[in-house]
Every structure is written in structure tokens, then in C-alpha cells.
């Protein structure tokens, strides 16, 4: 008797203090728009909305973009007198609760930033010692997504601190995703999958197709810097639904790539199944930045159902040949010329085998074998397996296609 007493009193003390992570919140890597690739801090209310009905009016609503996130500069300087976060009273007047009504009331989800530090990184109050308190204003303002950064954390363990914000999260009752930032420097990828729904592998993407700036003490990077700066092959094994790999935001139409650069770092970051997120000003688009954006031919390689993060098969000359495993063994395939020069490429299928021996796919091309090939940026159908490929590829441009029967 006693020693069920004790047995229904550890039950129910573990049932109340069990906390996990909400899963189900980013079957496919989340898509949106984030105010801080073009504007870091310099964002306000009126603009926040334009942006939502720009997302609409465009079609990247339509196309999946379905999340508009707020990152850092939203709040103000201090917490109120009782340590609640406070909306910026110049650039929110009206809070935030306003916000997030009118982006739901456009049916797409909101988003908010904070820090697991004592300040944001661009020096507002972050979450450390308040992270329940803030879960539960996020809940009261309809918080659907939380960015959690890494500033001002002196010496706190990173799996912990992104533990307290999950728990608090869980606590506070609703369906939060959190997108981890702590821009690789702890390996998320060793612990973080029951914690959080997508890591940042890096630090900041700069806007360039490959450079380094240093702003003085720390440095952000070209996409391609981010592409090369970690080993894909092991971040891939650990990535899949609800647990994915963040290259960072997009810097598609912020006029720092060319248009050949700008389709490869977007047909990238699809195949690599990172989170697709806007950094760009969707009121002011050129019609070629909204026709890559709104690929959906593209975007359905980064959404497909089975959540396997493609792979670079191999390098021939220049050429990077990056491939993915989708649903009823289509593949997606990107040819990327690395490199200053044009080159005329030639690829023949016959006789090549693209193996995934981590998830077990297969895909052979040969006289038995032979697949339909669309080119995804021209939308078109351009032959089959049978005849061998021949393209000249412009300096860092890439060929991307979906092979299927
Ligand atoms: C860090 C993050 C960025 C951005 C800024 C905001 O640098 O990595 O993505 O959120 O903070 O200050």
C-alpha cells in the first residue's frame, strides 16, 4: 500500500513537470518571410503588415510561404516594472498582439525573436531569468514561432538554455515552433533535434555569393561560405522532419548575387532541405526575384514528403553535381558550375549510379533505366537518360533538374 502511495505520488509529480518538444510543427522546413536580412532593426508596425500583404498579392503566400517573423529590434530597451517584455513604443504603438491579428487574420502564422542571453544581439532585454514569463506573452500576443539566438550568454551551456525555452514553451500551452540560433558553435546537431525544429549550422549570411565580412570582431558569410563551412554529409544523417539543418535566410533579391548566383543559392538551400526564408523586401521585387522565389517546382524538392537533405554525388572539372531522393524515386539533381568561367559540360547517364547509402535510395541510368528530365528553372521538359547532357554553364550558374519516369 505504502509502496503504491509513493508510486502514484512520483506519477503524477513526473506527468506535472514532463515538458517536451511540440512535434509536428515543421514536417517540411519552414517557410517565410524575416525582417532581418534587408532592415535588422529598423522595422515598425505599418511596414510588418505591408509586408504580409505583400506576401498575398505576389503569390508567395500561395507558393507556401506561410510564416512572417519579426527578428530583433522589436522590443524596447527594458522590461516593465514587473519583467515583462514590452513592444518598442515607436515602432509598435499598438503592440504586438495587433500584429500578430492582422497576420493571422491574412491566415499566416507570426513569428517573434529573442535570445537565450541576458541581451538580444543587438542589445535588447533577452529571455535569460524570464523565459516562462516570456512564453507566456508570447501565448498571450499569438506567438506561433520563436527565433532563439545565442548573444550574451557568457558561459551558459547551450543544450540547457535551448532545454529552459522548449519547457517553457510546452508550459506555456501552445504550439510554438522554435528555430534555434547559436549559429553552430555548440554542434546543435549532437542534441538538439529533441529540442528545437531547425538549427542554425553557421553564423549570418552575408549578402554575396561567396565572400567574408568582417564587421569587427566577428564575420558573416557568402552562401557559399555557408555551404562549405560545415561537413554536409554528417549534418544530412542528422536532419528530417521537424528537425532541420538552418543554412539561414535568404538573400535571394537584396542585389548582392547575380541572377545566375541567386537561382543557385536558392535551388541549394532547397536540396539541403534548409528552412526557406525571405530576407528580401517583398513590397519592391523584380520579376526575376519573384520567379525564383516563387519556383514551385523548386520549393516542391525542398517540401517533398520524405525529408531527406540532399548530398553533393561528385565534382567533375568545375562542376558540383548536388542531388536529392524525393517521393516515388524522383530526383532532384543541380549541376553547379563553381566557378569564374563558363564551361560547356557534358554529363552521360549511362552507366552512373547515384547511391544514398544513409537512406537507402538508389537511382541507375542505363538502357533499362531510362528517366524523364525537367528543367526546373526553365520549366520545361528537356529529354530523357538516354542522350547524354550537354549545357555550357555561366560562371556559378547551375542547371537544376527533376529526373523521374
Ligand atoms: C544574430 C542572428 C541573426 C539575427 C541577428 C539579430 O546575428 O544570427 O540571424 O537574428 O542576431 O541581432
Redesign the pocket.
Known amino acids: 500500500m505504502k509502496n503504491l502511495t509513493f508510486l502514484i505520488i512520483f506519477l503524477s509529480v513526473s506527468l506535472s513537470t514532463f515538458s517536451q518538444k511540440i512535434e509536428g510543427l515543421a514536417p517540411t522546413p519552414q517557410m517565410g518571410w524575416n525582417s ?1 536580412n534587408k532592415f535588422g532593426t529598423d522595422i515598425n508596425e505599418q511596414m510588418v503588415k505591408e509586408m504580409a500583404d505583400a506576401l498575398i498579392a505576389t503569390g508567395l503566400k500561395d507558393a507556401g510561404y506561410n510564416h512572417i517573423l519579426l ?2 529590434g522589436w522590443m524596447a530597451m527594458e522590461r516593465d516594472a514587473q519583467g515583462n517584455l514590452v513592444p518598442h513604443p515607436e515602432k509598435f504603438p499598438n503592440g504586438i498582439k495587433v500584429v500578430a491579428d492582422y497576420v493571422h487574420s491574412k491566415g499566416l502564422k507570426f513569428g517573434l ?1 529573442n535570445c537565450a542571453g541576458s541581451k ?3 542589445g535588447y532585454p533577452g529571455s535569460r531569468g524570464h523565459e516562462y514569463q516570456d512564453a507566456l506573452k508570447y501565448v498571450e500576443w499569438g506567438v506561433d514561432y520563436l ?1 532563439y ?1 545565442w ?1 550574451s550568454t557568457g558561459k551558459l551551456n547551450a543544450e540547457e538554455a535551448y532545454i529552459t525555452m522548449r519547457d517553457a514553451i510546452y508550459k506555456a500551452g501552445r504550439p510554438i515552433l522554435l528555430s534555434i ?1 547559436e ?1 553552430g558553435e555548440n554542434k546543435p546537431w549532437d542534441w538538439a533535434q529533441p529540442i528545437g525544429h531547425s538549427w ?1 549550422i553557421t ?2 549570411i552575408y549578402n554575396c555569393f561567396e565572400c567574408e565580412h568582417d564587421h569587427g570582431g566577428y564575420f558573416s558569410w557568402g552562401a557559399m561560405n555557408i555551404l562549405n563551412m560545415r561537413d554536409q554529409e554528417m549534418l544530412r544523417k542528422v536532419a528530417g522532419p521537424d528537425h532541420w539543418n538552418d543554412m ?1 535566410m535568404l538573400e535571394v533579391g537584396n542585389g548582392g548575387l547575380t541572377p545566375n548566383e541567386e537561382k543557385t543559392h536558392f535551388a541549394l538551400w532547397a536540396i539541403l532541405n534548409s528552412p526557406l526564408l525571405l530576407g528580401n523586401d517583398l513590397r519592391n521585387m523584380s520579376k526575376e526575384t519573384l520567379d525564383i522565389l516563387t519556383n514551385k517546382e523548386i520549393i516542391a524538392v525542398n517540401q517533398d514528403a520524405l525529408g531527406i537533405q540532399g548530398f553533393k554525388y561528385k565534382t567533375e572539372g568545375t562542376v558540383e553535381i548536388w542531388v536529392k531522393p524525393m517521393v516515388n524515386n524522383e530526383w532532384a539533381i543541380c549541376f553547379f558550375n563553381r566557378s569564374q568561367d563558363p564551361v560547356d559540360f557534358i554529363f552521360n547517364w549511362e552507366g552512373q549510379t547515384i547511391k544514398d547509402n544513409v537512406f537507402d535510395k538508389e537511382i541507375t541510368f542505363d538502357k533499362g533505366n531510362v528517366y524523364k528530365i525537367k528543367d526546373l528553372y526553365l520549366h520545361k521538359e528537356i529529354g530523357n537518360t538516354k542522350k547524354a547532357l550537354k549545357r555550357k554553364l555561366e560562371k556559378n550558374q547551375s542547371l537544376v533538374l527533376k529526373i523521374y519516369k
Open positions: 532581418w527578428d530583433d525573436y538580444t544581439c543587438a527565433k539566438d548573444c540560433c549559429w542554425r553564423g549570418d539561414d
